[in-house]
């Protein structure tokens, strides 16, 4: 009795199919994760500004009646300001890990009193263009963010 093996495998030709295949799904799957990524972005930001960032000022604000100064920037929050107006019952730190950076590695922009938040403060990120002033800014004076 005779055995016969027989040998099997992939020809070139569906392998270089099945890499055609690929190649068509990743170029229609990667530009629309890319997208997601600079929304994710946005999103974390406008996070950080109306929420993470804003709920340390508001307790710093409830402790000692006043938002820091744009002198004393944000740093307050981790550190109590020896400069006037020096705060009188402050209990920080107010922010955990630290002053966050938006998520384009920039320092998030702060200014008390602001311009167009008078009796708050101004707070805001430069956006995926780090830029002032432009239409990719993330603002804490806006609702769209």
């Known amino acids: 009795m005779k055995v016969y093996s027989v040998k099997r495998g992939f ?4 392998l270089m199919v099945v890499i055609i295949i690929l190649g068509i799904l990743a170029g229609a799957v990667i530009p629309k ?3 997601r990524t600079r929304q994710a972005r946005i999103v974390a930001a406008g996070a950080d500004i109306n929420s993470n ?3 340390a000022l508001d307790l710093y604000e409830t402790d000692n009646g006043t938002f820091p100064t ?3 920037g944000l740093k307050a929050l981790l550190e109590k300001p020896s400069s ?3 705060p009188i019952n402050w209990s920080g730190p107010y922010l955990k890990k630290g002053i966050p950076k938006d998520p ?3 320092v998030y922009i702060y200014t008390s009193p602001g311009s167009k938040n008078a009796q708050w403060y101004d707070l805001s990120s430069s956006g995926p263009d780090a830029k ?4 990719d800014d993330i ?3 806006e609702q769209n963010n």
């Not at 002032?132 to 239409?135: D, G």
């Open 11 to 14: 020809t070139l030709i569906e």
């Open 33 to 35: 994760l890319a997208g």
């Open 53 to 55: 960032i804003s709920v």
């Open 70 to 72: 744009t002198s004393q």
């Open 84 to 86: 006037a107006p020096t």
């Open 104 to 106: 384009w590695g920039q």
């Open 132 to 135: 002032k002033n432009t239409e």
């Open 139 to 141: 603002v804490n004076w």
